[in-house]
Nanobody
Framework: QVQLVESGGGLVQAGGSLRLSCAAS????????MGWYRQAPGKQRELVAA???????NYADSVKGRFTISRDNAKNTVYLQMNSLKPEDTAVYYC??????????????WGQGTQVTVSS
């Protein structure tokens, strides 16, 4: 019964900032990788940023230098700080995580998504 819940989305003007949060809850033994994806209308879901259990980060070229992913392991939470937002960043943002609830095996989970709208 693991679930991921995103928050922090909203409407912002171009050049503004937002911080997204994703909290994992339930019977969790450990969390490996965590990341953020986004999907705009008519487009495929794409990776925005990810962070491994070792702290290694990866970003889409389109957001490098503007977005920062981080995680708080004590709170089972991952964040996405988004600065210098552009209209093309408008999308539903989804949290994703690889989690083991029992100590063996890894399962992939998705959050319900949070809307980010950047006005021009």
């Amino acid at each position: 019964q693991v679930q991921l819940v995103e928050s922090g989305g909203g409407l912002v003007q171009a050049g503004g900032s937002l911080r997204l949060s994703c909290a994992a809850s339930g019977s969790i033994f450990s969390i490996k990788g965590m990341g953020w994806y986004r999907q705009a209308p008519g487009k495929q879901r794409e990776l925005v940023a990810a962070v491994t259990s070792r702290g290694t980060t990866n970003y889409a070229d389109s957001v490098k230098g503007r977005f920062t992913i981080s995680r708080d392991n004590a709170k089972n939470t991952v964040y996405l700080q988004m600065n210098s937002l552009k209209p093309e960043d408008t999308a539903v943002y989804y949290c994703n995580a690889d989690i083991t609830p029992s100590g063996s095996g890894w399962y992939n989970y998705w959050g319900q998504g949070t809307q980010v709208t950047v006005s021009s």
